[in-house]
């Protein structure tokens, strides 16, 4: 089975080809500092996703209380749609997992 690579792995890859040219002059060592960076970079595009399915699903309580109170057919159609959808964005932001782009 291939090793999977996700985000920390690119951003710690990243780091440590900024950081290749740097001295070592007794500060901790390039790798431990470029571990320490992805990791907080890693945190930051967490905290990031779940701010953005918070707001998914507050986009998706929108959609379902438009439903309720419309009486057009074609609306409630859409509004059911709409809130499907922002909740699986919501799932898909917080599983952090990556989907693959059609290309």
């Given at each position: 089975?291939?090793?999977?690579?996700?985000?920390?792995?690119?951003?710690?890859?990243?780091?440590?080809?900024?950081?290749?040219?740097?001295?070592?002059?007794?500060?901790?060592?390039?790798?431990?500092?470029?571990?320490?960076?992805?990791?907080?970079?890693?945190?930051?595009?967490?905290?990031?996703?779940?701010?953005?399915?918070?707001?998914?699903?507050?986009?998706?309580?929108?959609?379902?209380?438009?439903?309720?109170?419309?009486?057009?057919?074609?609306?409630?159609?859409?509004?059911?749609a709409r809130s499907n959808e922002a909740r699986y964005l919501a799932d898909l932001l917080e599983s952090g997992e990556d989907v693959p782009l059609a290309g």
């Amino acid at each position: 089975m291939a090793e999977r690579t996700g985000p920390s792995d690119a951003i710690r890859a990243a780091i440590d080809e900024v950081l290749s040219d740097l001295a070592d002059d007794g500060r901790p060592p390039k790798h431990d500092l470029a571990v320490r960076i992805a990791a907080l970079v890693a945190d930051r595009i967490a905290e990031e996703r779940k701010r953005c399915a918070g707001l998914c699903r507050a986009r998706g309580e929108l959609w379902v209380r438009t439903e309720a109170t419309s009486s057009a057919t074609p609306l409630q159609t859409e509004a059911r749609a709409r809130s499907n959808e922002a909740r699986y964005l919501a799932d898909l932001l917080e599983s952090g997992e990556d989907v693959p782009l059609a290309g």
